[in-house]
């Protein structure tokens, strides 16, 4: 099974700031990554797939990057409604895993 | 717009079996594959694995021996069943559209239910 792994655990960022989220995979995943964030109480919502393509309807703000085991998740400028929990998952190989996730907190 | 709603029972006893249901509109059931997926409560996502309509599974092999997911196309909806419950078993359970592409190895997913809690209790 493929451990991915999210860093830092929580990121306390100001508004209209940029944010930098990482993942990083125990083995080579190639481009199949993908970015979720899930709000309190909500079911997550797709963001990001392929690494770095957007989900339709997510906005330019929102960008992914890497290939391999190494892939970092940006927010250009942080709006209220961004801060979040967001996940990544590994869709390499079965089971699909999921990192533990970053929380994306208020400054 | 695809919208997914869980239903079943939110209580279940310890050893006896969890059995969900997930309704699908604005998406034909035939279309794509379907997945289940949990979340204990204050903790990460789980794959527990997916279901064509021919029939065709993939489970987690860590919940492998006590899953079964299947899908009813008269009514458009696909279900979970899961034996012999623990208290680990204890989650918020979504099901889930699950995409892919001719580039890509595996499956991501696009549209989510709201999900439903689970207990595991006597």
């Known amino acids: 099974e493929i451990v991915m792994t999210q860093s830092p655990a929580t990121l306390s960022v100001s508004p209209g700031e940029r944010a930098n989220l990482s993942c990083r995979a125990s083995?080579?995943?190639?481009?199949?990554l993908a970015w979720y964030q899930q709000k309190p109480g909500q079911a997550p919502s797709l963001l990001i797939y392929g690494a770095s393509t957007r989900a339709s309807g997510i906005p330019a703000r929102f960008s992914g990057s890497g290939s391999g085991t190494e892939f970092i998740f940006s927010i250009s400028s942080l709006l209220s409604e961004d801060f979040a929990v967001y996940y990544c998952q590994q869709f390499y190989s079965w089971p699909y895993t999921f990192g533990q996730g970053t929380k994306v907190e208020i400054k | 717009q695809v919208q997914l709603q869980e239903s079943g029972p939110g209580l279940v006893k310890p050893s006896e079996t969890l059995s969900l249901t997930c309704s699908v509109s604005?998406?034909?059931?035939?279309?794509?594959?379907w997945s289940w997926i949990r979340q204990p409560p204050g903790k990460g996502l789980e794959c527990i694995g997916y279901v064509f309509y021919t029939g065709t599974t993939n489970y987690n092999p860590s919940l492998k021996s006590r899953v079964t997911m299947s899908v009813d196309t008269s009514k458009n909806h696909f279900s979970l069943r899961l034996t012999s419950v623990t208290a680990a078993d204890t989650a918020v359970y979504y099901c889930?559209?699950?995409?892919?592409?001719?580039?890509?190895?595996?499956?991501?997913?696009?549209?989510w239910g709201q999900g439903t809690l689970v207990t595991v209790s006597s």
């Open positions: 889930v559209r699950a995409l892919s592409d001719s580039w890509a190895r595996g499956r991501w997913f696009d549209f």
């Open positions: 604005g998406a034909s059931i035939t279309d794509s594959y």
């Open positions: 083995q080579s995943v190639s481009n199949n």
